[in-house]
């Protein structure tokens, strides 16, 4: 099992490769440990050139609306009025401390992109 760092691209897809080849490998065995490790090394490299930033705040949310089917009255109870929940959706109120706690703990939307500060003010409470 001769296996090697991903210094280059040409490794990288060399790598991708690899794992087409034994992606069914079977837990244990010696092609799902050579799947293991190669996977961890192309994590590994993607997260250094590839590096995925988190999406705004409204879209996470509105993503999440979407992955789970929620409604704008699934939101009031932890934004606040309907108006309230529009005028989040809409940009035109900045999320509070509050509603990214509650919005974190009640819909496991990551708090990292909830308080993304790039399109968006956060007010402390409110």
Known sequence: MEIR????EADYDAT???I???MCAESGSPDGDRLDILVTLV???ERTHYPM???D???AIK???EQQGLTVEDLVPVIGRKNRVYEILTRKRPLTLRMIEGLHETFAIPA????????QRVFPSG
């Not at 760092?5 to 280059?8: D, V």
Request: no cysteine; aromatic share 10%.
């Open 43 to 45: 994590e590994a490299y």
């Open 112 to 119: 990292e992109s909830l308080l993304k500060h790039g399109t």
């Open 63 to 65: 993503f999440r609306m």
């Open 53 to 55: 930033d988190f999406p």
């Open 20 to 22: 087409e080849g034994i």
């Open 57 to 59: 705040p409204v879209e």
């Open 16 to 18: 991708l490769r690899d």
């Open 5 to 8: 760092p991903i210094k280059t």
